[in-house]
């Protein structure tokens, strides 16, 4: 009687990845959807003469715009990147997986690593719009910013993954796209949280977005608590990868 190695790392590998990866960027609806209109969105709100002569922190208010819409982008990419799960299920491909010794916490971190490819390209994308078009902060700032701005969208990467096995697929990332610009909204995202009330303002800080930008924005402005925004982002990734995992067991669970 034989028996079958059990893969290394649960079945991680990077050629798993680079699969993932080409098949991803095979979809061009996702990948326009992620890297164009971001930066659409920053020429159209983030560009005007007053923004890039008012002062915020350390650069304009086009900076601190940029920032914004650098989250924003890596939200969008990350969260479409870990909700193309939705397409594997419909496919029958979760139940394959059952037969196979890949575990569920190998299958989430290769999501989330190829979902947060996605979102390093769209902050680059962003931040490169933003170089030639008006942004004004400090070389150190830039970087930071930037760096933030993509490390902290792993919550979305999570968030995309569970949410991938809760909605269907031909609408995922429809029913998705109107849910993130409002949590933009309600994390303060697009509009300073504390500019709105302080009733509001204390409604953002329980949002998964409102770590993000605090992160993202603090090597600019020097302001906010940080320890806040690491607990938010800590908790919400947390608590996304965690359901990612939960619903994985489940479908494979049903064979």
């Given at each position: 009687m034989t028996t079958t190695a059990l893969p290394r790392l649960g079945g991680f590998s990077p050629g798993m990845i680079a699969l993932e990866l080409r098949r991803l960027m095979r979809n061009k609806r996702t990948v326009i959807f992620t890297l164009v209109m971001p930066a659409a969105f920053f020429l159209l709100f983030g560009t005007s003469s007053a923004y890039k002569d008012e002062r915020a922190g350390d650069g304009n208010v086009t900076a601190y715009v940029l920032i914004s819409m650098a989250v924003y982008?890596?939200?969008?990419?990350?969260?479409?990147?870990?909700?193309?799960?939705?397409?594997?299920?419909?496919a029958g491909w979760s139940r394959q997986l059952r037969l196979t010794p890949l575990k569920p916490a190998a299958y989430v971190a290769v999501k989330i690593i190829i979902a947060m490819v996605i979102g390093a390209v769209s902050v680059v994308v962003v931040n490169v719009v933003g170089a030639f078009a008006g942004a004004d902060m400090p070389v150190g700032a830039w970087i930071g910013c930037a760096l933030l701005s993509w490390a902290c969208a792993l919550v979305f990467a999570?968030?995309?993954?569970?949410?991938?096995?809760l909605l269907p697929s031909e609408n995922v990332m429809q029913i998705l796209g109107p849910v993130l610009a409002v949590l933009s909204f309600a994390g303060g995202l697009f509009v300073?949280?504390?500019?709105?009330?302080?009733?509001?303002?204390?409604?953002?800080?329980?949002?998964?977005?409102?770590?993000?930008?605090?992160?993202?924005?603090?090597?600019?402005?020097?302001?906010?608590?940080?320890?806040?925004?690491?607990?938010?982002?800590a908790a919400w990734t947390a608590l996304f990868a965690a359901g990612a995992m939960w619903r994985f067991r489940r479908d494979t669970a049903r064979v």
């Open positions: 982008g890596a939200m969008l990419a990350t969260t479409s990147g870990g909700a193309m799960v939705s397409i594997e299920r419909a999570a968030f995309g993954l569970f949410m991938g096995y300073p949280a504390d500019q709105l009330g302080s009733t509001f303002a204390t409604i953002a800080k329980f949002t998964p977005v409102y770590g993000v930008g605090e992160l993202a924005r603090y090597p600019l402005t020097h302001s906010g608590d940080v320890w806040l925004a690491v607990l938010n982002v």
